[in-house]
């Protein structure tokens, strides 16, 4: 706990998230595999990791791994706030926020209904995630 009776994990985060860049460049749903071959096959150059870093540093946080599982796996493969927040001990702002991250990083879409916002994971972003590292050989 710190002196203002904050837990420091909480600290932490909240300072991550102001050094955090406002404007992630998002990638077109085939842009991961079309610009990065598999990991293993050849090395990433400067430039083709400074465009998959974003994608892998939103899915880095433990919270927001979760509500990509808990989104992607849903009834009807999206969700909202309210379908989530009873899987976490976190305030529904800081769910809210989480699943920004997610989408400026180009993994969820959104859906604005009424006052409720809709996610869906973005399949397409998640494949070429997954084909970087893949490994091809046998």
């Keep these: ?3 203002d009776g904050t837990e420091l ?3 932490i985060e909240i300072c ?3 050094r955090m860049s406002k404007s992630l460049p998002l990638l077109e749903p ?3 595999s079309a610009c990065c071959p598999p990991l293993s096959a050849e090395p990433l150059s400067a430039e083709q990791a400074e465009l ?3 994608q892998l540093k939103a899915l880095a946080d433990p919270v927001r ?3 990509m599982s808990l989104v992607a796996s849903h009834p009807g493969g999206e969700a ?3 379908d989530l927040n009873d899987a976490f001990d ?10 920004k991250v997610l989408h400026e990083a180009g993994l969820l879409d959104r859906d604005k209904r009424g006052v409720w916002v809709y996610y869906r994971a973005r399949a397409e972003a998640l494949a070429s995630l997954a084909a970087l590292i893949a490994d091809p050989r046998p």
């Design 16 to 18: 991550q998230y102001r």
């Design 90 to 99: 976190l305030t529904q702002p800081t769910i809210s926020h989480h699943l």
């Design 9 to 11: 994990a909480t600290d």
């Design 65 to 67: 791994l979760r509500l």
């Design 80 to 82: 909202c706030v309210c």
């Design 30 to 32: 085939a842009g991961t």
């Design 1 to 3: 706990m710190s002196s």
């Design 52 to 54: 998959v870093a974003p």
